[in-house]
């Protein structure tokens, strides 16, 4: 599995590595290796360790197209509303593993620039934070100590 930066026309596609890159500068996140192999590399919150993206090599069955090849893929969580309009772009399909209502993957040697796989994650990170408590209708942090 290469994991070198690909163009496709003036858009660069977001790889593993630029991927992995990207998480931990913008959000200060390593991936977890749950599986003892590198293959499938989990990103998970600090404070609640909910997965925010998953990337993974499965195969193109896996994903419902004809072959064989071992492709990386990244599943992000994603406003339900948009899923519907997502997965008419190319190389956007139904969550490998992952609940369909909530979850797509991105085949990452596909046609999607990583400045929209990037803006992607963020949704997902974003969906997948902790939750502010609130105490008496005061945040948690506001209140005095």
Same mark, same amino acid.
Request: proline fraction near 6%; glycine fraction near 8%.
């Given at each position: 599995m290469t994991h070198a930066v690909i163009k496709r026309g003036e858009a660069t596609v977001a790889t593993r590595k630029q991927i992995l890159a990207h998480v931990k500068k913008q959000y200060g996140v390593k991936p977890d290796f749950p599986w003892d192999s590198t293959a499938h590399a989990v990103l998970r919150h600090k404070a609640n360790r909910k997965w925010f993206g998953v990337i993974m090599e499965i195969t193109e069955g896996d994903l419902g197209l004809n072959g064989h090849r071992v492709v990386d893929v990244i599943n992000l969580k994603c406003?339900? /509303?948009? /899923?519907? !309009?997502?997965?008419?772009?190319? !190389?956007? =399909?139904?969550? =490998?593993?992952?609940?369909?209502g909530h979850w797509v993957s991105i085949l990452l040697d596909s046609r999607i620039p990583s400045e929209k796989v990037f803006a992607l994650i963020g949704m997902s990170y974003d969906l997948t934070k902790p939750k502010e408590r609130r105490l008496a209708g005061v945040k948690r942090r506001e209140r005095p100590h």
């Amino acid at each position: 599995m290469t994991h070198a930066v690909i163009k496709r026309g003036e858009a660069t596609v977001a790889t593993r590595k630029q991927i992995l890159a990207h998480v931990k500068k913008q959000y200060g996140v390593k991936p977890d290796f749950p599986w003892d192999s590198t293959a499938h590399a989990v990103l998970r919150h600090k404070a609640n360790r909910k997965w925010f993206g998953v990337i993974m090599e499965i195969t193109e069955g896996d994903l419902g197209l004809n072959g064989h090849r071992v492709v990386d893929v990244i599943n992000l969580k994603c406003d339900p /509303i948009m /899923i519907g !309009g997502l997965m008419k772009e190319p !190389g956007v =399909y139904p969550a =490998y593993h992952m609940n369909k209502g909530h979850w797509v993957s991105i085949l990452l040697d596909s046609r999607i620039p990583s400045e929209k796989v990037f803006a992607l994650i963020g949704m997902s990170y974003d969906l997948t934070k902790p939750k502010e408590r609130r105490l008496a209708g005061v945040k948690r942090r506001e209140r005095p100590h």
